[in-house]
């Protein structure tokens, strides 16, 4: 530290500048080491050397040319400067521009952040997207342009565009880890709905890679890795982490002057738009597996902020009663009584039945009033209040038979929670109970309760006084039906006969059938043999096939055709059976629901997803002496062996309509031109917004169906 108001302390030393050469200095010189925790709450130090941040200035300038000219009246410097978003505030003061710096007081403040933006008649501000999102609800912001960075927008996004579009301004999206130097990518995001990163800043290069660091499709989901000149030396004294972070270019090419050596390895999912901008996915650590499915956390808050009472929303993965659970942390629009926290997350609950399938529901909602912020503005989720049991269980109810008392104990000893806190409405899936589980649950019982109850009814009755009724009612096993009504009958519109996929129920399609069936369909399903009825499945797909046409032809009045619907593996059975009922000589339409074949051949996104069918992830109960275990065990690797082994041929009288997933794992277009080479003629398709099972229950592709594949 120099005191310079001491003038003797520096009195004796040269007031000429030395020469460079003198100085040893270079642009790769380290400008300064800045610490940041990341995503592992380990703080490290990023090393940035000037070259880096003059060509983050080059770029950030790039930037303000988008917004009014009258940025240059000055900048608020909103970011502490421990952060390297205050770069921004010192490149402008370096270029002559007013840094106005807000008291802590008034940094906490949207307020008054409003008044000193009046005050000093500023043009444009620059925070995270929750700091932002405070301040634009102000009621006094002035016209002003937006700039977001720090994190993903999500939730707030939309009220962001709605802001600038009302007032005829710019909304920017900076993007950037630390380790490239405040901003290596930005967009001019009010353009679009959809949060998207944009274009590389100058000096820079964009890879996007798939895990075995090979370059994805254009479209398709990839991690991003960056090169050029904004990337860190490196962390400081962390060479293992440098070296697992930073990684050799694959695509170098040292003829090429702009080719980078070296790439910085986001962690983020990124995927190309058609206009060439790049579009922000999530984070690769945001994807979670629970009870076999694979979750993206973003989908799930996206649903909630659409809540009509919900301000914003973040949801976390948490380990609760020895199991993986989704936790929602839910800010409302108006603040609520601790009294009213109970009745509120009920209600939310309620409505996201309504969108999300079971397994994408969170368990707990916790209700916040406001976001505890890290010092640099971001959602510290370290700080979220913690999840108890309790919040799990609800207001508790004890036990009132001694068949709810033997299934409390039950749900103790496999849970792992003490039976004094399961209430008689409890539910198993949101105390950690999951499909394998269950199949353990049945077990113990019908063995207890001297019950022979099927398995399927346990997926229904899922409280400790619904599965007492159903002991008390004595369920047996039902019997197989190759064609089974899922809807009323007296539908004055088309049957539609729809299969689901590997190891999996009608019950996929439930929501689907119900709006169907409002409009006039009659719906029947072809579930699986062998899967909760007790029986052998069937030994081939042609057996397979040959029931399911019998069945149907059986089964159909309507003179005009047979339309068939697969999702997944059941597209696989619906395409043969279209095959073999056209050979017939009946007309068959078909609609293919996000179903790949030859799956080993075709161009992935990402790391593996389950789609959600069962399988894989976890081996089944070794415990538990049930013929029915080996049958749904043989049933699973069965269907799966089928899937792996089918190269598809398509009956020249057969129509194809396809739908697909965008956030499956596989590349659509090139999906779809493999597939159109089994097929003599072109095959229509459309892509909907939506997951491998969530798709089901999309209002997107119910309206595709109704005004396009099924009129």
């Not at 010092?375 to 999840?387: S, Y």
């Not at 097929?679 to 005004?707: P, R, W």
Request: a negative charge.
């Amino acid at each position: 530290v120099v005191a310079l108001d001491d003038a003797a302390l520096f009195a004796a030393q040269s007031q000429e500048n030395i020469e460079k050469q003198e100085s040893g200095l270079t642009a790769a010189c380290l400008a300064y080491v800045i610490y940041t925790s990341g995503s592992t709450g380990q703080p490290k130090g990023v090393m940035t050397e000037h070259c880096a941040l003059m060509n983050f200035r080059e770029g950030f300038f790039k930037q303000l040319a988008l917004c009014d000219e009258a940025y240059k009246n000055g900048w608020l410097w909103l970011s502490s400067f421990v952060f390297d978003a205050s770069l921004k505030g010192i490149a402008l003061l370096c270029s002559g521009i007013k840094l106005i710096v807000p008291t802590r007081e008034q940094a906490k403040s949207p307020s008054e952040l409003v008044n000193i933006t009046r005050l000093h008649q500023l043009s444009v501000l620059n925070a995270t997207p929750q700091l932002l999102d405070m301040i634009v609800k102000e009621p006094n912001l002035p016209a002003i342009d937006l700039i977001s960075s720090g994190e993903a927008m999500g939730t707030v996004l939309q009220s962001f565009i709605s802001f600038v579009k009302q007032n005829g301004r710019v909304l920017l999206n900076g993007y950037g880890p630390t380790e490239t130097t405040v901003n290596c990518a930005f967009s001019l995001q009010s353009q679009s709905k959809l949060e998207v990163i944009g274009r590389p800043m100058v000096n820079t290069a964009l890879y996007l890679l798939d895990e075995k660091q090979q370059l994805v499709p254009q479209g398709c989901v990839g991690e991003l890795y960056v090169g050029g000149d904004g990337l860190a030396r490196g962390y400081l004294n962390r060479p293992e982490l440098t070296a697992e972070r930073f990684v050799d270019n694959p695509y170098y090419l040292s003829s090429d002057p702009h080719s980078p050596s070296r790439l910085y390895r986001t962690g983020d999912l990124v995927r190309y738009l058609e206009n060439g901008d790049l579009a922000f996915i999530g984070r690769a650590d945001d994807q979670v597996k629970i009870r076999g499915f694979r979750i993206e956390l973003g989908e799930v808050e996206a649903q909630l902020a659409q809540q009509s009472e919900v301000d914003s929303a973040l949801v976390r993965a948490i380990h609760i009663a020895g199991s993986l659970q989704l936790v929602a942390y839910i800010k409302p629009l108006v603040a609520k009584g601790s009294d009213e926290h109970h009745d509120f997350a009920r209600y939310l609950k309620a409505e996201l039945k309504e969108k999300l399938p079971e397994y994408m529901l969170p368990s707990v909602i916790m209700v916040v009033d406001e976001w505890p912020l890290t010092p640099n503005g971001k959602v510290d989720k370290r700080a979220l209040p913690n999840v108890k049991v309790g919040e799990l269980t609800g207001d508790y109810i004890a036990p009132q038979t001694r068949v709810e008392q033997v299934i409390v104990q039950i749900w103790s000893e496999l849970l792992g929670i003490e039976a004094s806190k399961i209430s008689r409405n409890a539910n198993f899936f949101e105390l950690g109970g999951h499909s394998l589980l269950t199949v353990k649950l049945a077990t113990e019982i019908n063995r207890r309760c001297s019950t022979k109850i099927s398995l399927d009814r346990f997926f229904s009755a899922v409280t400790v006084e619904a599965m007492a009724k159903l002991c008390e009612g004595y369920d047996t096993a039902k019997s197989y039906q190759v064609i089974k009504p899922i809807s009323p009958p007296h539908g004055d519109k088309h049957e539609l006969f729809m299969i689901p996929g590997v190891a999996s129920t009608e019950n996929d399609f439930a929501w689907l059938a119900a709006q169907l069936s409002a409009h006039g369909y009659r719906i029947y399903a072809c579930p699986h043999k062998g899967l909760l009825d007790g029986t052998l499945p069937y030994n081939s797909v042609e057996e397979n096939v040959t029931a399911i046409v019998n069945g149907i032809v059986q089964q159909s009045k309507d003179t005009q055709g047979i339309r068939l619907i697969g999702h997944s593996f059941g597209g696989l059975l619906a395409l043969e059976a279209a095959n073999k009922l056209s050979e017939q000589g009946i007309k068959v339409e078909l609609i293919l629901i996000d179903s790949y074949f030859e799956q080993h051949r075709q161009h992935k996104k990402h790391a593996a997803i389950d789609g959600g069918e069962m399988g894989g992830e976890k081996p089944l109960p070794t415990d538990i002496d049930s013929l029915l275990i080996c049958q749904l065990e043989v049933l699973e690797r069965r269907q799966s062996q089928w899937l792996r082994d089918y190269i598809p041929s398509v009956h020249p009288a057969v129509t194809v309509k396809y739908a697909y997933a965008t956030q499956s794992n596989f590349c659509i277009e090139s999906y779809h031109r493999y597939f159109e080479q089994h097929h003599d003629k072109a095959v229509e398709y459309t892509s909907i917004n939506a997951g491998h099972m969530d798709i089901l229950k999309s209002e997107d592709l119910l309206k595709l169906m109704l005004e396009q594949y099924l009129d």
